[in-house]
């Protein structure tokens, strides 16, 4: 029977991550991850083959392809699960601009949601954007039996600088969606736009602020820190009665990086989806990111911030393959 649930920004451009043992509770060789054999899809010839995580995500698509829905199921694809989809608003957008948002009808939100849930055993939810209040309305009532994990990444502005959350919206994420977080990944703008404060403008501020989203419901924060100057982008997960844990990786010099931060909070979701610990699912997401980054410019779309090549992996299998 299905399972009823509880229920860009920049990162940075990252390199590989300085997981260090004094601050993840395992070694290097512990996340180090082969895409390939840490995500491997359930085999479809065998009989007895466990059945694959199912993910789903609940945002806006992006035309262009890169962020919202359409990044979230190439993520979920690229790392071996399977992504379904309950689509919140349609964005006229490309890798320069966002030039319209279209808020799909409430009840259709609803509608998406009970279609999913009720025949899908979802095994973790991402929500991404949503931009007004009906909306979440929504999704707060749909989830209200939903006991897995949920990954929220508040998306307000996308890479281009466009506006994508409505004011009004804000104060019913904050009151409504933030207490269903199992992770919040705000970056340091979306941070001060839901405490209603100064953009962080250091680490230890950074943690103030991700410490004041635990007062608001979150169970786990994660600030994260591309939006910060310097050649090393520092993340922090931040949980209550525990140590922050740092996350530090040399900034890699991209203009394509849109849809990071829908990456990465999928990628999570998805290692989540398959029962791994927070620190485990955020390291494996981070080194997937981390290559799909390094990986961009091979991509060559669109004229503004172009995307990550989320099958960055794959594509290189399949060429070794084909030789």
Not at 47 to 65: E, K, L, Q, R, Y
Not at 249 to 261: D, E, K, S, V
Not at 309 to 317: E, G, M, P, T, V
Request: aromatic fraction near 4%; glycine fraction near 8%; include cysteine.
């Amino acid at each position: 029977m299905a399972r009823r649930g509880r229920g860009s920004f920049p990162i940075g451009a990252y390199a590989p991550s300085r997981f260090m043992t004094s601050h993840f509770p395992f070694g290097m060789r512990d996340v180090e991850m082969d895409q390939k054999q840490s995500f491997s899809p359930t085999n479809p010839t065998d009989n007895h083959a466990a059945s694959v995580p199912i993910c789903v995500t609940i945002a806006g698509s992006d035309s262009s392809g890169g962020a919202g829905i359409q990044a979230d199921l190439k993520a979920f694809s690229a790392l071996g699960v399977y992504g379904a989809s309950v689509i919140a608003a349609i964005t006229v957008q490309n890798t320069r601009t966002v030039s319209a948002v279209h808020d799909v009808p409430p009840q259709i939100v609803a509608g998406q949601i009970d279609a999913v849930f009720s025949d899908l055993d979802v095994a973790a939810v991402k929500i991404g954007m949503v931009s007004v209040p009906e909306t979440i309305e929504a999704i707060v009532h749909g989830l209200a039996h939903f006991s897995g994990p949920i990954v929220l990444d508040p998306v307000m502005v996308a890479k281009s600088g466009d506006r994508l959350l409505s004011e009004t919206a804000i104060s019913s994420l904050r009151k409504k969606l933030l207490p269903l977080a199992t992770l919040l990944t705000p970056n340091r703008p979306e941070a001060a736009c839901l405490l209603d404060t100064g953009t962080a403008g250091s680490d230890a501020e950074a943690e103030e602020q991700g410490r004041a989203l635990l007062d608001l419901g979150a169970k786990a924060v994660l600030m994260k820190g591309g939006h910060a100057e310097g050649a090393i982008c520092t993340d922090l997960l931040i949980r209550r009665d525990r140590p922050t844990l740092r996350i530090e990786a040399p900034r890699i010099l991209t203009n394509n990086t849109h849809g990071t931060g829908c990456t990465l909070s999928s990628a999570i979701a998805a290692g989540l989806s398959r029962n791994l610990s927070l620190e485990t699912a955020l390291a494996q997401a981070h080194a997937y990111l981390q290559g799909a980054i390094r990986a961009a410019d091979s991509l060559k779309v669109g004229q503004g911030h172009g995307p990550v090549h989320h099958f960055h992996a794959l594509w290189k299998q399949a060429e070794r393959e084909a030789i």
